[in-house]
C-alpha cells in the first residue's frame, strides 16, 4: 500500500491540495490587478457560509498577488487587527532591504504575514503608514524592482469591530481615491457582514464595502466536487473505487469542507491502494460529526433563541418545509415565521422558495434532530 502523506486538510482555514470551483473569482482578481487603479476587483468581498471556502480563497488571492509582484499583508478582523496591521507596516518600513526578504512566506520574497502581538505604537496614521509603503514600492519599480503594490487581506469581517473597520475603510478610500496601487480583499459569513453593509438612517460609513466587487460563494457542482477528490488522491499514487467516489461525491452536497473531511477519513480508513466503498461510508460518517462540531454548532450559536426554534421546527420535515406548517408548530403567525425566514436565509442557512422553505447546510437536519429538538420544541416524541 502506498503510505505517502494524507492529502486531504480537514481543518478549517487551511488550503486544500486543490482549489475546485473559483478560477473565475481569480481570473478575474488577476485581470484587476493588471488592469491598475479602478478595476472593480481590487476591492472585493467574499461572502459565504462557514467551511465554505472563503479563507482557503483568500491564501489563493494572496498567492496571485504574490506571483504577479505585489507586497501581501493579511489580518483577521479581530479586537486590535488596525494597530497590528500598522505594526506590519511599520516593521516593513523600518526593516532595510536584505532583512525585508527574510520575511518571505511564499513563492515570493514579498509576503509579510505574521502573527504577533507588540504594545499599541500610533505615531503615524494607518493612511500615512500606507502611504509610505507605497511610495517605498513606487521608488522600488523605478530601479525595476518587482513590487507593483500592496494587496490586504481580512479574514473573517465582523460587524462588532465597526469602529476599527470604519477606520479601515476610510484609510483605503483615500488611497483609492488617489489611485494608488492599493487592493484589499475581505472576507465573512453573512451574518457578520450584512450590519456592515446597511444603511444607518441613511448614512452608512462603511460605503466602499458597499461598492465592493461581492463575491457570494456557493456550493460547488459534482464534476467540481469530483476533481476535488480525485486529483489529490492520484496525485498521492492512490485511486478511488467508482461506487466509493459516487457515494462521496454525493455525500458531500457540494461543500467544500466536506470533500477534505471525507477524503481524509477515507484515505486514512482505507488499508489498500483504491479507496473502496467500506472505507467511504465509515468516513461520511466521521465526516458529518466533525461537521456538526465545527460547522453546525457555531453558525448555530450566533444565532437568536428564535431562529434555532424556527429551524429546528423545519428539521422535522424530512424536505422543504411549509411555512404554515412551521408558523403552527411554533404558535406564531406566519408574518413571524416569514420574518424568521428572512433573516436565516441572509445567514446562508436556508434556502426558499414559494410559502416553502429547506435547510441549507448538508447534514443541519440530522444535527437539529439529534442535538436541538428536544431541548427546544419540547416534543414528547424527540424527548428520551
Do not use: C
Amino acid at each position: 500500500m502506498t503510505t505517502t502523506q494524507n492529502p486531504f486538510r480537514a481543518s478549517l482555514g487551511t488550503s486544500p491540495p486543490l482549489l475546485v470551483g473559483r478560477d473565475e473569482v481569480i481570473d478575474d482578481f488577476r485581470l484587476g490587478l493588471e488592469e491598475g487603479p479602478g478595476a472593480h476587483e481590487r476591492i472585493s468581498l467574499l461572502v459565504g457560509a462557514r467551511g465554505i471556502g472563503k479563507t482557503a480563497l483568500l491564501n489563493e488571492l494572496e498567492d496571485t498577488a504574490i506571483n504577479a509582484g505585489w507586497l501581501t499583508f493579511s489580518e483577521t478582523a479581530t479586537e486590535g487587527f488596525v494597530d497590528k496591521l500598522r505594526d506590519q507596516l511599520t516593521e516593513f518600513l523600518e526593516s532595510d532591504a536584505p532583512t525585508r526578504t527574510s520575511f518571505q512566506v511564499g513563492p515570493s520574497a514579498l509576503r509579510l504575514k505574521h502573527e504577533f502581538e507588540r504594545p499599541a505604537q500610533r505615531p503615524r496614521s494607518l493612511r500615512t503608514l500606507l502611504t509610505e509603503v507605497l511610495d517605498t514600492l513606487a521608488n522600488h519599480n523605478r530601479f525595476n524592482r518587482s513590487a507593483s503594490g500592496v494587496l490586504i487581506t481580512v479574514d473573517e469581517l465582523y460587524f462588532v469591530h465597526h469602529d476599527e473597520i470604519v477606520e479601515f475603510a476610510t484609510a483605503i478610500q483615500h488611497l483609492v481615491r488617489e489611485n494608488r496601487e492599493i487592493a484589499v480583499v475581505m472576507a465573512g459569513i453573512p451574518s457578520s457582514v450584512r450590519p456592515l453593509l446597511a444603511s444607518d438612517e441613511g448614512r452608512n460609513p462603511i460605503t466602499f464595502l458597499r461598492r465592493a466587487n461581492r463575491v457570494d460563494l456557493g456550493r460547488l457542482r459534482g464534476t467540481e466536487v469530483r476533481e476535488g477528490l480525485t486529483v489529490p488522491v492520484q496525485q498521492a499514487g492512490r485511486s478511488w473505487d467508482e461506487g466509493a467516489l459516487v457515494s462521496a461525491v454525493q455525500a458531500t452536497g457540494g461543500y467544500p469542507f466536506m470533500i477534505q473531511l471525507i477524503g481524509n477519513f477515507a484515505w486514512r480508513f482505507e488499508s489498500s491502494d483504491t479507496i473502496q466503498l467500506e472505507a467511504t461510508e465509515k468516513a461520511i460518517t466521521r465526516a458529518r460529526k466533525k461537521l456538526g462540531q465545527l460547522v453546525h454548532e457555531p453558525a448555530l450559536n450566533d444565532l437568536s433563541a428564535e431562529d434555532r426554534r424556527f429551524l429546528a421546527a423545519m428539521s422535522l420535515d424530512d424536505g422543504a418545509s411549509k411555512i404554515s406548517d412551521v408558523a403552527n408548530r411554533l404558535e406564531v403567525s406566519e408574518q413571524q415565521a416569514y420574518n424568521y425566514r428572512r433573516r436565516l436565509s441572509e445567514a446562508d442557512l436556508i434556502t426558499y422558495d414559494r410559502g416553502t422553505a429547506d435547510l441549507a447546510l448538508p447534514y443541519l437536519r440530522e444535527y437539529l434532530r439529534t442535538h436541538v429538538v428536544a431541548d427546544i420544541l419540547r416534543l414528547p416524541e424527540f424527548e428520551e
